[in-house]
T-cell receptor
Framework: GAVVSQHPSRVICKSGTSVKIECRSL??????MFWYRQFPKQSLMLMAT?????????EQGVEKDKFLINHASLTLSTLTVTSAHPEDSSFYIC????????????FGPGTRLTVT | GIQVEQSPPDLILQEGANSTLRCNFS?????LQWFHQNPWGQLINLFY???GTKQNGRLSATTVATERYSLLYISSSQTTDSGVYFC???????????FGTGTRLTIIP
């Protein structure tokens, strides 16, 4: 149980284009999902918290107009990197928290984005 | 904000050795998780352990919440244990997880 998927697993795009990453909870409902970013040999940094049916909450320093987050259902959240630049190249990971009392988060396999 | 520090940053061991990884955090927490990040980047949930002790095979973990630290024990290490181990904590009233700096474990055959 508690499986989270991400799609695509890796994507290469040209500078100036937009890329959408999907995060799905496969066997549970997630009222809250989270998006993280990880640079090589570094830890995970939280970008935003995504709540079903409401606007996402972004961490300080994260541009909300650049990283668009939509959480339209209890099993799906999407992250769109708009007008991507080479400095946006990174490993993006989502996580989801079950609706229950337990605060444990489950993580997707990540999406490696390369902007050329 | 909350500070989460892990030690040691790097650890190289022979196969079969035991190891202890430490996670120190700066405030009271209601969530503490240990993860193993494999070479492909996937975070594997090892333990959800905001307090107490748990064991799962060769791995065990202990969190002493009052003293704000957690320990991850790996016994009889195997090469497949190599990778980066993260602890992450969450505060009461806040769903967010703050990740530690990680420990990179390398097991040599």
């Amino acid at each position: 149980g508690a499986v989270v998927s991400q799609h695509p697993s890796r994507v290469i795009c040209k500078s100036g284009t937009s890329v959408k990453i999907e995060c799905r909870s496969l066997d549970f409902q997630a009222t809250t999902m989270f998006w993280y970013r990880q640079f090589p040999k570094q830890s995970l940094m939280l970008m935003a918290t995504s709540n079903e049916g409401s606007k996402a909450t972004y961490e300080q320093g994260v541009e909300k107009d650049k990283f668009l987050i939509n959480h339209a259902s209890l099993t799906l959240s999407t992250l769109t990197v708009t007008s991507a630049h080479p400095e946006d190249s990174s490993f993006y990971i989502c996580s989801a928290r079950d609706q229950g009392i337990r605060t444990e988060q489950y993580f997707g396999p990540g999406t490696r984005l390369t902007v050329t | 904000g909350i500070q989460v520090e892990q030690s040691p940053p790097d650890l190289i061991l022979q196969e079969g050795a035991n190891s202890t990884l430490r996670c120190n955090f700066s405030d009271s927490v209601n969530n503490l998780q240990w993860f193993h990040q494999n070479p492909w980047g996937q975070l594997i949930n090892l333990f959800y352990i905001p307090s107490g002790t748990k064991q799962n095979g060769r791995l065990s973990a202990t969190t002493v919440a009052t003293e704000r630290y957690s320990l991850l024990y790996i016994s009889s290490s195997q090469t497949t244990d190599s990778g980066v181990y993260f602890c992450a904590v969450g505060y009461f009233g806040n769903e967010k997880l703050t990740f530690g700096t990680g420990t990179r474990l390398t097991i040599i055959p």
